[in-house]
């Protein structure tokens, strides 16, 4: 088992017409510190040293946001996360700087954040710089699965028109941990169909994670490799 990323918070501040998560049938919520420390042991368990802390929804929304890093580095864990930038202010960013965090991955669904974000960095001398950015309006778009409308890219057919290799999520093992501790065996699956058991449930037990093949994947021709 190998935690792939980890779903403090189920809340967004945009909804994006190419993203499922407007729609999605599950309960949102915030992470509890709790629950995420149970994650961190987890992920020691697991033999991690990092943990990125977003999935659906936007990190910077969670309330506890740094303590949960701070708590993380006090048990050798890392922690990084992708935002979308609209929240990140000076004293946030400071913040993360003081807690170690050196890189911002950055998803940027509103123009314009990158560069305001790069600003403040250098007006105010902030030791942190943008090492990614995804930019979904210059960018292709999947369908995540079939489970929006897409215009750029017909999930049916690429299936049917290419011979898939597994997904890292069955070869590696890889999970997502979702803000109620639900562990899903894949990453975009946006209502949890896929949810195999609870963090509780695999402390002390991740060498029984097996993956478990379900709907979505039928649709799905993300992170595989071709044969």
Known sequence: MYIYQVEISNFCNLTCS???????????GNMSFSTFVDVVELAIECGQETLFLN???EPLLHPELFEFISYAKTKGIECNFITNGILLD???????????????YLSEHLAGQKERIQEMFK???IPLSIVYTYNPHKQEKHDWAGQVASKTTST??????????????????????????SINTCCIDVNGTGIVGS??????????????PFSLCNTCDLMREEN
């Not at 190419?18 to 949102?28: E, F, G, L, N, V």
């Not at 000076?90 to 911002?104: F, H």
């Not at 963090?199 to 478990?212: A, H, I, M, P, S």
Request: net charge positive.
């Open 123 to 125: 007006e105010n001398s």
């Open 18 to 28: 190419y993203c499922p998560h407007p729609t999605q049938s599950r309960a949102k």
């Open 156 to 181: 049916q057919t690429l299936i049917r028109e290419k011979q898939l290799k597994p997904c890292i999520f069955e070869t590696k093992k890889r999970v997502a941990i979702l803000w109620d501790g």
């Open 90 to 104: 000076e004293p946030m960013a400071w913040r993360l700087s003081e807690l170690g965090v050196r890189d911002i």
């Open 199 to 212: 963090v509780k449930d695999y402390l002390g037990r991740t060498n029984e994670y097996e993956f478990q």
């Open 55 to 57: 999935n659906f929804g």
